[in-house]
């Protein structure tokens, strides 16, 4: 199925909030909603990435981010996301997610400082962010937007109980948290981020309502623009808007997702 853009009104404000209350009225579906929210998101940044890593490396420079983390407080860090020049993409050398993850990069709107989760400041991270790395503290918590974030995909991925675990002193670190969470002892964040990604490309002829190749094209045409804008913003509102074109159209996830059109059986 390929959406009609024209029968969507003001897409391109959507927000990631439910529409009503009765949507999340029970821990069930509290978790229903963060579950397909997040298995959208991750959707849209697998196909985002595939259009990043055909742009020129003087492309990619203008538009990615670098995170660097700086220890700070109690176990935690904070996180600078810093400008990256052509010669050091250049040097990445950016085939796959793997290379994204290991050399930290991701979409943002701008660049930005973050503080650490233990000073408690205020903020958070937007979702339409395109997260290929995510930050992430092994031995304690992450900068105080990571950690927000982080416990709202927890809640995706486990529910209310998941998300009580890596919010409260129910974990004692990120990982920690992680493995809780999933009954998984051996798994990393990068397993955890790379894993969601690998059941994208697997679920591709699943995805009930693009065709996933031109929206691959529609985010490459995006970047480039960002690109010779030297911004970073068209990408992220192509994002946003195909988001809430599913999100409306599924009623807040209640009748469909991003692998089931609206009425049809799971």
Known sequence: M???????????TEMTNNFSYERIDSPEKL?????????????????????????????QAVVAVQAVHTPGGAN???TAYRALTADEVRQMDLKDLDDLWENRISIRGSLETVGTATD??????????MNWYQSHNDSGSPDTHSFKRLGMEMLGVG???????????????DLDALRQITGRE????????????????????????FDTEAVIGQFQAAFQRDAQDGTRSQAIAVK??????????????????IYQSAGENP
């Open 31 to 59: 978790w229903s909603y963060y579950r397909e929210m997040f298995e959208t998101g991750y959707v849209l940044d697998y196909l985002a990435a595939q259009a990043f890593l055909r742009l020129s490396p003087e492309e």
């Open 120 to 129: 408690g400041s205020y903020g958070f991270e937007s979702f339409y962010c």
């Open 240 to 257: 946003r808007t195909l988001y809430g074109m599913v999100k409306r159209a599924t009623g807040d996830f209640t009748d469909g997702g």
């Open 159 to 173: 529910g209310y109980e998941a998300y009580q675990i890596y919010m409260s002193a129910r974990s004692q670190s």
């Open 2 to 12: 390929v959406f009609n853009i024209s029968k969507i009104n003001d897409t391109g």
């Open 186 to 209: 051996d798994i990393t964040w990068k397993d955890y981020k790379l894993g969601r990604f690998q059941q994208v490309a697997d679920s591709l002829d699943r995805v009930a309502w």
């Open 76 to 78: 935690s860090f904070s």
